[in-house]
């Protein structure tokens, strides 16, 4: 039996068996790789996140990856990827389209994703885009809601699936050209709100950034820069097919370090009530736990 009997009891001619794990000449194993931590989300903020390494191909860490959040200004990279992909290959973008497509995914312009949005056919190009990429969670605003592009619904796992595919399938010009003016995110969007908030204020350069916010006030509750003052954000009607209406969200989402290695996405909703500074405040703080968690 396996085990038992003493050297002198094995019949002449026999091998002798291998010495069991954890004697002196066995083998030694590889020390498994502890298992990641996900940092807590902090009280008051609902998340869904996704940490994709790109050299690995593996996610590092997530949570609620297929959440539905409503876009907000995230939904602005799916606008300029549907267009940029429907033009001929190596054909040079006019000015005029240029000029609507640059403050859009570099300051958050709205009147520009507006104009883009409609030349696109609206919905259309949501379906579009989600049926091209694969995007299980990603839906149109409602049909009563057309022309409100923040109302798409978005997940975390279908905007990493959505930074891929700009990364590695998308061409290359269409590629540079949306990280190109990613990479230019200003401090200051067009609508006085600051959106350097989670991935820009948690994580250092290099990255490229596209950020979402909704559920507030038409002016921010200070000009960007500007006091300590705090501002709460109102409630608004709510309506069961777009995702947390009524409550305000911010997301951050982008390629991190160099060579893109890391995709990051966080998409988060919080209570009606809450201030812009307090839920700032909790993203940036979850950013970058999630950012030391998910360290290579």
């Known amino acids: 039996m396996r085990g038992e009997g003493s050297v002198s ?27 990641r931590e996900r940092p807590r989300v902090p009280q008051g903020m609902t998340a869904g996140y996704v940490v994709y390494d790109r050299p690995s191909g593996r996610v590092v860490l997530q949570g609620n990856a297929r959440r539905a959040f409503r876009s907000a200004s995230v939904v602005k990279i799916l606008i300029a ?11 040079p973008i006019p000015k005029e389209t240029r000029a609507l497509l640059e403050p859009m995914l570099r300051v958050s312009d709205d009147r520009s994703a507006t104009a883009l949005w409609r030349r696109g056919g609206q919905r259309q190009i949501i379906t579009r885009t989600a049926r091209r990429l694969g995007l299980p969670g990603t839906l149109p605003p409602p049909a009563s809601k057309p022309g409100f592009w923040g109302y798409t619904t978005i997940t ?48 250092p350069r290099p990255w490229a950034i596209k950020q979402g916010w ?26 069961s097919a777009v995702p947390d209406l009524g409550h305000p969200v911010l997301h951050t989402t982008g390629v991190l ?23 700032v405040a909790r993203l940036t703080r979850f950013t970058r736990a999630l950012t030391k968690a998910a360290a290579p």
């Open 9 to 35: 009891a094995r019949p002449s001619g026999t091998a002798a068996r291998p010495p069991a794990a954890g004697t002196a000449s066995a083998r030694p194993r590889a020390t498994p790789k502890p298992r």
């Open 81 to 91: 990827l549907d267009h940029l992909e429907s033009r001929k290959p190596g054909a």
């Open 156 to 203: 975390a796992a279908d905007i990493v699936k959505t930074y891929r595919h700009i990364l590695d399938r998308a061409r290359p010009e269409v590629r540079d050209f949306i990280l190109g003016n990613l990479r230019k995110a200003g401090q200051c969007g067009t609508d006085g709100f600051d959106q350097y908030f989670g991935i820009p204020r948690a994580v």
């Open 214 to 239: 909704s559920g507030h006030a038409a002016n921010p509750p200070r000009p960007c820069k500007a006091t300590r003052a705090s501002a709460v954000l109102p409630a608004r009607a709510r309506t």
């Open 257 to 279: 370090g160099p060579g893109d290695r890391r995709i990051m996405v966080i998409l988060s909703t919080y209570p009606s009530g809450t201030t812009w500074d307090a839920s």
